[in-house]
């Protein structure tokens, strides 16, 4: 008796988020050091902190800035360094690592071109090493819901239904 494999003779298109992960190391950029006292931020001082900083130590990388202290910061706080980290980095956000990964997939789901999912069975990969944020998940089914015949979710194997294009 011949064992047929049936995941690898259906039409199911896999769509693995994880291959989509951008290379660059993710970099948390807590500006509370450069707070007086932790909490104040002076213009003078952290403009000075802001002009002496190694900013080429950030190549490549996507940087999160955020402030771990309980501190009121000014938006040009984030700008001023924004404009001196921007030569380096691939990317910057406000916010945490996390943060970083929603935009990065948000613009990738917004620069994927649906219309090769028309009429295809689709199902959205589960398991990944990398972190992929839910909303990147949601975002893509979004997108899949007005195209594709079927949608499920898991592996080949053993998925999950989401949605089923009625006839």
């Known amino acids: 008796m011949e064992i047929i494999n049936r ?8 769509i693995d988020l994880e291959a989509f992960y951008p290379q660059g190391e993710r970099i948390s950029f807590d500006i509370k050091k450069w707070l ?17 900083h190694n900013w080429s130590q950030y190549k490549n990388a996507f940087v999160a800035l955020h402030c771990s202290a309980d501190a009121i910061i000014p938006s040009w706080a984030y700008l001023l ?13 406000v916010g945490d690592l996390n943060t970083i990964e929603t935009v990065l997939y948000t613009e990738i789901i917004s620069k994927l071109d649906e219309e ?34 079927s949608v499920m979710y898991g592996e080949a194997c053993s998925n999950v239904p989401l949605f089923k294009h009625k006839k």
């Open 116 to 149: 090769q999912y028309r009429g295809k069975h689709v199902l959205i990969k589960g398991c990944t090493k990398k972190p992929v944020p839910e909303t990147a998940y949601i975002q893509l089914a979004q997108k899949l819901v007005h195209v594709a015949t």
């Open 81 to 93: 360094i924004t404009v001196n980290l921007s030569q380096f980095t691939n990317r910057i956000v």
């Open 36 to 52: 007086f006292n932790d909490i104040i931020l002076k213009e003078k001082d952290f403009r000075e902190f802001v002009k002496n």
């Open 7 to 14: 995941i690898q003779n259906s039409k199911l298109i896999s």
